[in-house]
């Protein structure tokens, strides 16, 4: 349901609607029905999916859209993620004065809805104006919340772009980030031996004291600049007269540098090894970098196209280093030079989550520059 006493704008309109879609990772079969309908309907073109829903058990592949361009300059992406994250069900969307949201007992969807629909009303925006502009592919990603699942299946050859912009960050329009950290995640399962606690406790070898200790040791938190540890989970035990046998931890670490986070990754799984090794546990480890780290010129094509977009658009353009991972990580790897843009979306991954009108908006006309620049 939606109350709305904002008048008729089309970048709101479909922010509206789309939000409205319950899109959680792994169930974007509405949304990209939607897409592919709404594609066809209006510009006439098919809009391609890619294999990746039967590899991940999704409802739906990544999708792409190639718009043929009426000039010949740079070949550019647009992309965003078309899932959400929980809780996203039943949601009753709110518009007072400039700002979108729900009644706090749901997330807005605004990641990465406010995205989504810019790119629709731009090219919207770019077709019926006549606009300029060269090739353009607009990608829709899958399972994007679920640690970039979705764009790590995309094969090389798909894309033909020369840079990207993910439409994907916090702050107003104008920011992006050129600069973002990989990601290594981890699952350790420690195997000790039970023994009744009363009774024999000598006989016992405790996983869940060699995993509290294999934790003490570790460098954790911020532990050098640019790189970041954290332990998410730890779980273990049976009850309080049985020694433990089983613990599992799952933790993360990310760096701005790939050197860096395998040092990180190293240490912390070290720390495991030593401990297990020492207390005669038996360990299992599994690792995996999620996704690799990117730094991308301010002098490079990408970021010199957005300036010149934020000057036309009357936009402060600013770059920053980010905190974690987009669809980008893996774009970059594919070879395509590119930035993430900020779209104004607040609070996400929470169900205070907002988006205000005005930086709906102004990202609708910085793509526009984007698209016709
Ligand atoms: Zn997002």
């Given amino acids: ?58 409802e739906s592949g990544n999708l792409l859209v190639r718009i043929p361009g009426n000039i010949d300059c740079s070949k550019k992406l647009f992309a965003v993620h078309i899932d959400t994250v929980d809780p996203c069900h039943d949601k009753r969307i709110i518009v007072t004065g400039d700002t979108i949201k729900t ?8 990641d990465d809805v406010a995205g989504l629909a810019s790119i629709l009303a731009a090219l919207e925006e770019v077709k019926t104006s006549a606009l300029p502009h ?17 764009s790590s299946h995309i094969q090389k050859d798909w894309l033909k772009s020369e ?42 070898v405790s996983a869940i004291q060699a ?14 600049p640019g790189v970041t540890a954290n332990i998410g989970t730890i779980r273990g035990g049976t009850a309080t007269n049985i020694v433990a046998e089983n613990c599992e931890i799952t933790a993360e670490c990310r760096a701005q540098k790939q050197e860096d986070l395998v040092n990180q990754a190293e240490h912390m799984e ?68 590119g930035i993430v843009v900020a779209t104004g979306m607040e609070n996400v991954h929470s169900c ?5 009108i005005k930086h709906l908006l102004q990202l609708e006309n910085l793509v526009v520059s984007l698209m016709s620049a």
């Avoid at 995993?211 to 050098?224: H, Q």
């Avoid at 730094?295 to 974690?324: H, Y």
């Avoid at 205070?352 to 205000?356: A, F, L, P, V």
Wanted: aromatic share 8%.
């Fill in 1 to 58: 349901m939606i109350e709305a006493n904002y008048r008729n704008l089309r970048v709101v309109d479909l922010f509206l609607e789309l939000a409205g879609m319950d899109s959680p990772s792994l169930s974007e079969g509405k949304i990209a029905a939607w897409l592919k309908q709404y594609f066809l309907n209006r510009y006439g073109v098919v809009v391609e999916e890619d294999g990746t829903a039967g590899i991940i058990g999704g």
């Fill in 103 to 110: 009644d706090g007992k749901t997330i807005l969807g605004a």
């Fill in 134 to 150: 060269g090739d353009l592919e607009l990608l829709f990603t899958v399972a994007e919340e679920k640690h970039l699942l979705g």
């Fill in 163 to 204: 840079v990207a912009y993910v439409l994907d960050t916090s702050g107003a329009p104008g920011i992006a980030v050129n600069q973002a950290p990989g990601h290594i995640d981890f699952y350790f399962e420690l195997t000790g031996h039970a023994a009744h606690a009363g009774i024999a406790p000598e006989t016992g």
């Fill in 211 to 224: 995993a509290a200790e294999s934790v003490s040791r570790m460098r954790l938190g911020r532990p050098a």
């Fill in 270 to 337: 070290d720390c495991v090894r030593q401990v297990c090794k020492m207390r005669g546990v038996k360990l299992e480890v599994k690792r995996h970098q999620s996704y690799y780290p990117f730094i991308t010129p301010e002098n490079g094509k990408a970021a010199v196209l957005f300036r010149e977009a934020c000057e036309k658009s009357g936009l402060d353009c600013e770059f920053q280093t980010g905190g974690g991972g987009s669809d980008l990580n893996h774009l970059v790897r594919l070879g395509i030079e």
């Fill in 352 to 356: 205070q989550e907002q988006q205000s």
